[in-house]
Nanobody
Framework: QVQLVESGGGLVQPGGSLRLSCAASGSIFSINAMGWYRQAPGKQRELVAGITKSGSTNYADFVKGRFTISRDNAKSAVYLQMNSLKPEDTAVYYC????????????WGQGTQVTVSS
């Protein structure tokens, strides 16, 4: 069974920065795509950023130029560096990891709250 543990959320003022981390554990054979999603109250979960095994990245338009996704394959970890945070970035952020263990899996983290407020 693959488990994901997230950390790094919290309260930050507008314009501030946070770095989210997500580490996968278990009998993992390989990890393919990794990503971050977010869900604000009353809204659907939406993709924030994704990264492939080779390191190709994609971002939602609303975070381009402000957020950076990265991964450490040796640690089975994915990170989200969030800069120039805005109040509308307030949401629960979830990491998502897909791979084989050796069966195909697609797992979600428990979510971490990010609140941007003065």
């Amino acid at each position: 069974q693959v488990q994901l543990v997230e950390s790094g959320g919290g309260l930050v003022q507008p314009g501030g920065s946070l770095r989210l981390s997500c580490a996968a554990s278990g009998s993992i054979f390989s990890i393919n795509a990794m990503g971050w999603y977010r869900q604000a109250p009353g809204k659907q979960r939406e993709l924030v950023a994704g990264i492939t095994k080779s390191g190709s990245t994609n971002y939602a338009d609303f975070v381009k130029g402000r957020f950076t996704i990265s991964r450490d394959n040796a640690k089975s970890a994915v990170y989200l560096q969030m800069n120039s945070l805005k109040p509308e970035d307030t949401a629960v952020y979830y990491c998502n990891v897909a791979g084989t263990a050796p069966y195909p899996f697609n797992s979600w983290g428990q979510g971490t709250q990010v609140t941007v407020s003065s």
